[in-house]
């Protein structure tokens, strides 16, 4: 054990951003945040309306604690400004473009200039570092290039770290497999349910993942539960790490796993990180679970003030056994977006999925479907079942239908429907996967 921590101490990018002492960082954290507050009220409209609307001058921050003080950022302000309107930089100081399509409308834009390249791919690197990954490795990124931010992001952070990168994208799954094996990939970075699915395809091509070299996986732009992780590890020969970011504040590379203790570590010189309570608004403390809130502190093309990512966690602060002192944030537990009222009962998709992981004969993919009849909500969850639980006997049907029923009543209270499917009915994914549908 001692052995192990000795080793996830030497694996550290940038031990002195990463292992400051906290009121250093505090004291660089807030020289950061009065440039960010001046440069956004100075550059960017939109922030100079919110901060007179609110009575408030960039003079106004003289600590970390008038954070508060300050309006949040939506979404919504990103898409209202579209594409350019909340670049802080001219045009011809950014140096590239990365965008978040989302479901409706058009996308959010956001801009980088080359610092702020230099940084992310810092940011990046640190996260890879953590996760375990040196330049011994060969990097197989099965992430989307092109506007998605994860498939650049890990790219240039891989290429820092001086891993071997193989830049395959995603899609093309029995391609994947077939580089994997022929270039003796030991690190997969992937969306987790990507990672699920071409395992899959793998066993239809007859090849057994024990025999690839894959050893570390680096899953992120959607969550990885701990029973997926439980999962892939099962399947694969590779230790499954845990990366958060989104485009609005960077891409990946704000928060990473280092495998010591649980949580991911925040990149708190780069970023400024809150919890608050998502109906009042309200700050709360260390360990008290609400929605992340992020300030950037070193962009230059797009900073961005207190954005409300939507993204359910919690903050500990306690230093880590590997060394750093900077903030980890839990798992996420969910959006606050994706968070379904079922006959006014809160239903996250991760409290569905750990009732699904817990129940032999089941498999991580399924659908949580909403209506609504004569004013009811009615919950329906698909759900495949093994191949080698698919059975035509309808009793044994009927039980698993019966065991993933109590489950879910006892963990939320309410009725669903849960209709068996056949295995490999339900549409995989490349990219993130899709969990409900709401027909409401
Ligand atoms: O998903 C950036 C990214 C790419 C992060 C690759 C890590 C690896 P967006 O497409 O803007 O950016 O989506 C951001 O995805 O607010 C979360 O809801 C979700 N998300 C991203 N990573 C995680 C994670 C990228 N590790 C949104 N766990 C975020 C849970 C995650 N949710």
Redesign the pocket.
């Known amino acids: 054990m001692e052995g192990w921590v000795d080793r996830v101490k030497s694996m550290i990018w940038d031990k002195q951003g990463e292992c400051k002492n906290r009121n250093e960082l505090r004291e660089i954290q807030l020289e950061r945040l009065k440039w960010t507050v001046d440069r956004a009220y100075h550059n960017v409209p939109y922030y100079k309306q919110a901060f007179d609307e609110d009575g408030i001058k960039p003079e106004d921050i003289q600590s970390l604690d008038d954070i508060v003080r300050l309006p949040f950022t939506a979404k919504t302000a990103l898409r209202d400004n579209y594409p350019y309107g909340m670049f802080a930089s001219p045009l011809r100081d950014i140096v590239r473009i990365h965008a978040?399509?989302g479901t409706t409308g058009k996308p959010?834009v956001v801009g980088y200039t080359r610092n702020d390249l230099e940084n992310w791919t810092n940011m990046v690197a640190r996260i890879i570092t953590m996760a375990g990954v040196t330049s011994e490795d060969v990097a197989q990124i099965c992430?989307g290039y092109g506007f998605?931010?994860?498939g650049f992001?890990?790219h240039y952070g891989m290429e820092r770290v001086g891993a071997t990168v193989v830049p395959a994208s995603s899609g093309n799954t029995q391609k994947q497999i077939m580089l994997m094996q022929d270039f003796k990939t030991t690190a997969l970075?992937a969306?987790p349910s990507y990672a699920l699915y071409m395992a899959e395809v793998a066993k239809s091509m007859g090849v057994d993942l024990k025999t690839l070299s894959v050893r570390v996986g680096?899953?992120?732009?959607?969550?990885?539960t701990d029973n997926m992780k439980r999962e892939i590890e099962k399947l694969w020969p590779m230790v499954a790490t845990?990366?958060?970011?989104?485009?609005?504040i960077m891409?990946?590379?704000?928060?990473g796993e280092c495998g010591a203790e649980p949580g991911?570590h925040i990149n708190e010189d780069h970023v400024f990180v809150e919890v608050i309570d998502p109906d009042t608004g309200e700050q709360l403390d260390y360990g008290q679970e609400g929605e992340?809130v992020l300030t950037t502190l070193t962009k230059e093309g797009i900073p961005i003030i207190r954005y409300r990512?939507?993204?359910i966690t919690t903050l500990n602060p306690e230093t880590c056994k590997c060394g750093r002192t900077t903030v980890r944030m839990a798992?996420?537990k969910?959006?606050t977006d994706?968070m379904l009222i079922i006959r006014g009962v809160n239903v996250f998709p991760s409290q569905v999925e750990a009732v699904l992981y817990n129940i032999e004969g089941v498999t991580p993919h399924y659908q949580i479907i909403v209506t609504r009849h004569n004013y009811l909500d009615q919950m329906e969850i698909q759900v495949e079942i093994r191949p080698e639980w698919f059975s035509d006997n309808y009793r044994d049907m009927i039980k698993i239908e019966e065991k993933i029923q109590k489950g879910l009543h006892k963990v939320l209270g309410i009725e669903a429907k849960i209709t068996l499917v056949a295995p490999g009915s339900i549409e995989r994914t490349t990219g993130?996967s899709k969990r409900v549908v709401d027909n409401r």
């Open positions: 978040s399509s959010i992430f998605f931010t994860g992001g890990l970075v969306t680096l899953f992120g732009g959607e969550a990885c845990d990366n958060y970011g989104l485009t609005e891409g990946p590379g704000v928060a991911m992340l990512t939507r993204d798992k996420t969910g959006r994706d993130k």
